[in-house]
Nanobody, 127 residues
Framework: QVQLVESGGGSVQSGGSLRLSCQASGYTYSNHWKGWFRQAPGKEREGVAAIHNDGNTTYGDSVKDRFTISQDNAKNTMYLKMNNLKPEDPAMYYC?????????????????????WGQGTQVTVSS
């Protein structure tokens, strides 16, 4: 059974930084994508960043140049370093992994690519 556990969320002031971690168990990172998503109350789940096992990455426009996704395959862990956090960044942040092949038309930042999700970690930004 695949399990994903996020950690590292919390409350920071605007302009501050956090690093989220996603520990996977029951799953070995394979030749697919892994991603970070966020969802604020009343809003759709939004793709933030995604990374392929080959190291290729992609980012949402609102977080480019501020957030960095990375992975440590030996530890089955994925990270999201968030710098210069802004008032629009607060949300529940989720990690997700793809363990089955999907249509290449489904973008890496689309929630429909992923079939396993963590429970989320809350990020709050105060001004």
């Amino acid at each position: 059974q695949v399990q994903l556990v996020e950690s590292g969320g919390g409350s920071v002031q605007s302009g501050g930084s956090l690093r989220l971690s996603c520990q996977a168990s029951g799953y070995t990172y394979s030749n697919h994508w892994k991603g970070w998503f966020r969802q604020a109350p009343g809003k759709e789940r939004e793709g933030v960043a995604a990374i392929h096992n080959d190291g290729n990455t992609t980012y949402g426009d609102s977080v480019k140049d501020r957030f960095t996704i990375s992975q440590d395959n030996a530890k089955n862990t994925m990270y999201l370093k968030m710098n210069n956090l802004k008032p629009e960044d607060p949300a529940m942040y989720y990690c997700a992994v793809q363990t089955m092949s999907t249509s290449p038309n489904v973008q890496p930042l689309s929630k429909f690519r992923y079939n396993y999700w963590g429970q989320g970690t809350q990020v709050t930004v105060s001004s």
